[in-house]
Structure formats: C-alpha cells, structure tokens
T-cell receptor
Framework: AQRVTQPEKLLSVFKGAPVELKCNYSYSGSPELFWYVQYSRQRLQLLLRHISRESIKGFTADLNKGETSFHLKKPFAQEEDSAMYYCAPPDNYGQNFVFGPGTRLSVLP | ETGVTQTPRHLVMGMTNKKSLKCEQHLGHNAMYWYKQSAKKPLELMFVYSLEERVENNSVPSRFSPECPNSSHLFLHLHTLQPEDSALYLC?????????????FGDGTRLSIL
C-alpha cells in the first residue's frame, strides 16, 4: 500500500524563520501530489498541487522523484500559517488519495 | 450556499440507534467521498462515489452504509455502531474521481457513540 510519511507531528518556528514540512511517499508512478491545510476552526482545504506549480500564501513544494519527496517550504513563516498540514499523494493505483498523518505547524511571535 | 455542506454538525447516539449523516455539494461535481478522521490516526478514505455509483469501499464495516441518490447528495447510514466509531466524518467532492482532481471538504460531523 502507499505509505506517506510526515515525520514531524509538531513543528514550531519563530515568525520570519524559514519553514519546511517534510513529506515522503512510496508510490512509484508519476504522481499528482497535493498539500492540504486545516486552520483552526476551519475546514480542510487545498493549499497547493504539484501540477500547477503555483505558490499559495508563499508556500512552494518541489517534487523530488529520486527521493520520492514533496516537501512544503516557505521562506518566512507568518503567525497565520499556524495550522495542520497534510500531504496527499495518490494511492498505489493512482486512483485516490492517501493522506499523510499531518504536521501541526506552530509559528511563534 | 456553495461548497460542501454536512449535517448534522454534531451527533451523539447510542450503540443501538440508527441515524444518518448527510452531505450536499453545490459545486457541480461528479465524485463524492466519505472520510473518517480519528484522533491519532491519519484521515481514512471510507467510500468513493462517481456519478452515483460506488467505485470504492475500503473494507468498511457493514454498520456503515452509504447512499448516493444523485451527484449532489451523499448519505452515510449508521446502525449498531461501536464506541471506536466515534470520530469526525468528513465528506468531500471533486470534479471527477481521478486522482489528479483536488477535493473540496465539508466541515464534518462530529460523531460520539455512547
């Protein structure tokens, strides 16, 4: 089965510091990967997707097929970035998503 | 109202009760999903419907019974649940069920089994 790892359950950084949320997956195809975010008291929502290569709220994610990683990065964290972040690659059949366990990002003032 | 709407927001039921969760989407999507979100566990996909046909059932116990009468509505019928079924149940929709389509989520129904 597809294995998705987000090694940090909790990541705390100070405002203005760079942040990197790690995601590794096992699916060996040519995946479309997503990052979802859940802010406090809000619903789970799409943050960004690999195929569009957009930068949303200053976040970017680069797909590294060799390392099967899709780490989420932001050069300067803001307090409003505090949230749960979920990496979502496709399953082994490329039909549905598998959500990672999530990383809670806490940006300290 | 646009987006994905779930009702009720909270539900408390005994193990012998029968209840249903409802999900409605106003996005014109053709695929709908049920997920279970438990504390300390990753989000788990339960069911996938595409054009009102169930395309995936991830080994979910039969005490959970989905129904998709049309592409805008999805139900999850609950019967004889167990305490371990207490969780947040999320509904999502997407344009179609291909894995390259982003999903739009509802707020969820917080279910507590007594």
């Amino acid at each position: 089965a597809q294995r998705v790892t987000q090694p940090e359950k909790l990541l705390s950084v100070f405002k203005g510091a760079p942040v990197e949320l790690k995601c590794n997956y096992s699916y060996s195809g040519s995946p479309e990967l997503f990052w979802y975010v859940q802010y406090s008291r809000q619903r789970l929502q799409l943050l960004l997707r690999h195929i569009s290569r957009e930068s949303i709220k200053g976040f970017t994610a680069d797909l590294n097929k060799g390392e099967t990683s899709f780490h989420l990065k932001k050069p300067f964290a803001q307090e409003e970035d505090s949230a749960m972040y979920y990496c979502a690659p496709p399953d082994n059949y490329g039909q549905n998503f598998v959500f990672g366990p999530g990383t809670r990002l806490s940006v300290l003032p | 109202e646009t987006g994905v709407t779930q009702t009720p927001r909270h539900l408390v039921m005994g193990m012998t009760n029968k209840k249903s969760l409802k999900c409605e989407q106003h996005l014109g999507h053709n695929a709908m999903y049920w997920y279970k979100q438990s504390a300390k566990k990753p989000l788990e996909l339960m069911f996938v419907y595409s054009l009102e046909e169930r395309v995936e059932n991830n080994s979910v116990p039969s005490r959970f019974s989905p129904e998709c009468p049309n592409s805008s509505h999805l139900f999850l019928h609950l019967h004889t649940l167990q305490p371990e079924d207490s969780a947040l149940y999320l509904c999502a929709s997407s344009r179609d069920s291909a894995s390259n389509q982003p999903q739009h989520f509802g707020d969820g129904t917080r279910l507590s089994i007594l």
